[in-house]
């Protein structure tokens, strides 16, 4: 049931013209009449023309409660921060938050505003936090209450810098839940006495499609975290791309996406605006929660969520799991997963999109398409051809996989043998525009015209990648040498002892084939004959018992794991370290390796 309606949709209904009757106007900029400059913006004032009372918004409140909004609630309230921002000049907005409605309404507020918004892991540690924000040049930072205290730091060096805080509570008849929504009333108020101008008085179609709409930043784990800068048309047509690719408009009804990637990374992969595009219903989470997540999944209209492997791999390990009536499309990226996952999902009746990208390019920039001959497969071929990262958006240009042992710049194309490996490379609509205040960064990204990913693939005969790893996680083995290496050679297998080049994606997709792993990642540790060589940190699935030395006997005698791959160490661990998208962070493992574990 709805909760009652809130003061503050009580007085914006007085506001009129609303969404509804007060359409975008025209970009001015456009010099012919075919042609209007691109921003997904545009969309939620669409959305709430087209069906005002939709639902929009389904969120569990900080104080849990459950709060439901219509889409001409979200376009109003959006609108309302739009005017907040004009009305106070402010131009490039922070955001630290989880998944709330507050987030999602600012992502748009902020863009129609004609301001950028800076949206911040809050997982980050609070110097990177405030190093962000520094570097950005934000004006202002809209902040949940609960993440208050990782700005102590930012406050001390911009004492000047106003946060508007989010109390995420739901608000009944005759209270606000807070700053937050006290700046969306004075925006709305603000509109009224400059005569209800509505969305047309804002920059729903922005001025210069070319213009920055936001700065997401790479996670900085082995360096400063580097700005990314977005475009409203890049934003704009990766978010109609994953419409497409992610099917969210496949089902004869309401798309219903669940939240469970976080809006920070990569501006939800563009998912808040391709999802607002075809009016589908925002299901918000605060964290990622398995068993609230296994009770949406049978309880509320889910078509779709997005997810990293880890993430679906203990969504399929939690004890809440069974097959849903209905299929759900799962978008899977952030890093490479294994055919067993796949299988795993679709047993549970989740459909895998396999996509494949970084934040330099919105999120996902390739999709493993699934084609219909693959049903004629045995099992095993079939989810190892879903496992791989396959062609280019729709929206953008075909990727290229080319050798790394090149000159800067020089772009030769690998053999589509599905066995020379190359670095897949970027090209089109939706590669990011540059990295912020960083000339040299965006050279080398772009150096011989097309976006480096600094991942390591093979390329099929029919034209789909598969990822291996990055360069800095592939295993050498096989250089005859008496002590560690000091450096990492070029990728090829030494001519001696029949070295090898070791992938750890494709060891960790062997290994959780055993029956007790949950899940597994793999670094290199130094070897005095070898070079280089494989150690294994695994986890376990609930109420089972696995050895290390169990393992790799079992790798060694029963898996189809070449006996070079077999790594000599495994090492069972209670979790493995992770960063905010699920992704297991090598950087960290290979700390542990050392015997170094200061870091989790």
Known sequence: MSPPTSRLQKLAAHFLPSSTTSSPSPSPSSHEPHIHQLSPTFFLPRAAEIEPDAEAIFHVTANGKVLRRSYIEFADRARGLAYFLRKKGLKRVGILAPNTPAFLESLFGIAAAGAVNVAVNYRLKTKDIS????????????????????????????????????TDHDATSGELSGPFDEAVLEGLNYDHSQGNKGWSGLQAQCEDENDTIAIPFTSGTTAKPKGVVYTHRGAYLA?????????????????????????????????????????????CLRKIDYPLIWKLLKTENITHFNAAPTVNTLLCASKEAERLKNPVRVTVAASPPTAHLFEQMTNLNLFPVHVYGMTETYGPITKGYHMPIWETLPIKEKYARMARQGH?????????????????????????????????????????????????????????????????????????????????????????????????PKLTPHPFLGGENISSVALESMLVQHPFVLEAGVVSVPDSHWGERPKAFITVQSGKELKGEELIEWAKHESAISKFMVPREVEIVEELPKTSTGKVKKNVLRMWAKGDYSEK
């Open 131 to 166: 190093y962000i924000f520094t570097f950005s040049e934000v004006d202002v930072i809209i902040v949940d209450q609960e993440y208050i205290h990782l700005l102590d730091d930012f406050k001390k060096q911009n004492p000047n810098v106003p946060f508007i805080i989010d």
């Open 239 to 283: 978010a109609l791309g994953n419409v497409i690719e992610s099917g969210l408009n496949y089902q004869t009804g309401r798309c219903g996406y669940l939240w469970t990637l976080p809006m920070f990374h990569a501006m939800g992969w563009t998912f808040p605006w391709a999802v607002t595009a075809v009016r589908g219903t925002h299901y």
């Open 392 to 488: 280019g958006f729709i929206t953008g240009l075909p990727i290229r996989i080319i050798k790394p042992d090149q000159e800067e710049g020089v772009l030769i194309d690998v053999a589509k043998d599905g066995k020379e490996i190359g670095e897949i490379v970027f090209f089109g609509n939706i590669c990011a525009k540059e990295y912020f205040k960083d000339e040299e960064a965006t050279r080398k990204l772009f150096a011989g015209g097309g976006l480096h990913s600094g991942d390591l693939a093979v390329w099929h005969e029919d034209g789909s990648a598969q990822v291996l790893d990055r360069a800095k996680d592939i295993i050498i083995s096989g250089l005859f040498t008496l002590s560690p290496l000091p450096f990492k």
